[in-house]
């Protein structure tokens, strides 16, 4: 697992794993999406050079490369010719149509899981409302732990 933070974000990092399935470019895209989507990075931000990021995250100039390339194919970044590359002004629209593009993979996967166990709907929903409420107060907890340092 490498960790690398992005430009003008010290303590925001971007994760990448050796031992996942997912390809080393797509991993990139996700994170620089995700950085984008949850404000870590601003419209117009300059993002690192492909030679600086792949540097940081020690990986081929082509997979950042082409990760940047998909990243500005999908309208999260644009690339100035001899300036580089930057955040794309992104609609709240679009923002929230990635974070439910996100989540309803692995929320399909779930409730097709669901089904096949005989699960009753209204249960499965029960399982994910008590499960958001430990998510909120495993939030809580580290943000009261980080207060307290």
Request: charged content about 30%.
């Amino acid at each position: 697992m490498r960790f690398v933070a992005p430009r003008g974000c010290p303590n925001v990092l971007i994760h990448i794993s050796q031992t996942s399935s997912t390809p080393m470019y797509e991993q990139v895209i996700s994170e620089i999406q995700r950085l984008i989507a949850m404000g870590y990075m601003e419209p117009d931000e300059m993002l690192p050079s492909i030679r600086e990021l792949s540097k940081e995250l020690m990986m081929s100039g082509i997979t950042i490369r082409r990760a940047y390339q998909e990243l500005e194919r999908s309208g999260f970044i644009y690339t100035r010719k001899g300036k580089g590359s930057f955040v794309a002004q992104l609609s709240e629209e679009r923002l929230a149509q990635w974070k439910m593009e996100q989540v309803r993979g692995p929320l399909l996967e779930s409730v097709l899981q669901a089904k096949k166990l005989n699960l009753e709907e209204e249960q499965f929903q029960k399982l994910i409302k008590h499960i958001w409420q430990e998510a909120d107060n495993d939030t809580q907890r580290q943000q009261e732990g980080e207060d307290n340092v």
